[in-house]
Nanobody, 121 residues
Framework: QLQASGGGLVQAGGSLRLSCAAS????????MGWFRQAPGKEREFVSA????????FYIDSVKGRFTISRDNAKNTVSLQMNNLKPEDTAVYYC????????????????WGQGTQVTVSS
């Protein structure tokens, strides 16, 4: 089970830190990812991190602004979002993947409930 938190309302240029807590003992065996879905749009892959945390992947629109990290001892994955823009407004979801492939095309097996991020201009 995945539980995302940390969303909120922030002005453009501001920062938020999303967290996702996972239950169970196998957290370190999953690639973890963050997705988002804006109103009227399809869900979009944002970032992912490998099991050990040694490799990360970002879509171009968030590179240099977002940082994904994980703490396998605490079963958590985080997304630090800086210099937020109105176009980052969306519901953000964390997800877990059993595959060995990190990236937007990887299938994800478990999903959190989402946390709303709203960036005002």
């Amino acid at each position: 089970q995945l539980q995302a938190s940390g969303g909120g309302l922030v002005q453009a240029g501001g920062s938020l830190r999303l967290s996702c807590a996972a239950s169970g003992r196998s957290f370190s065996t999953y690639i973890m990812g963050w997705f988002r879905q804006a109103p009227g749009k399809e869900r979009e892959f944002v970032s992912a991190i490998t099991r050990s945390g040694s490799h990360t992947f970002y879509i171009d629109s968030v590179k240099g602004r977002f940082t994904i990290s994980r703490d396998n001892a605490k079963n958590t994955v985080s997304l630090q979002m800086n210099n937020l823009k109105p176009e980052d407004t969306a519901v953000y979801y964390c997800a877990a993947s059993r595959t060995n492939i990190i990236g937007p095309s990887s299938p994800y097996d478990y999903w959190g409930q989402g946390t709303q991020v709203t960036v005002s201009s």
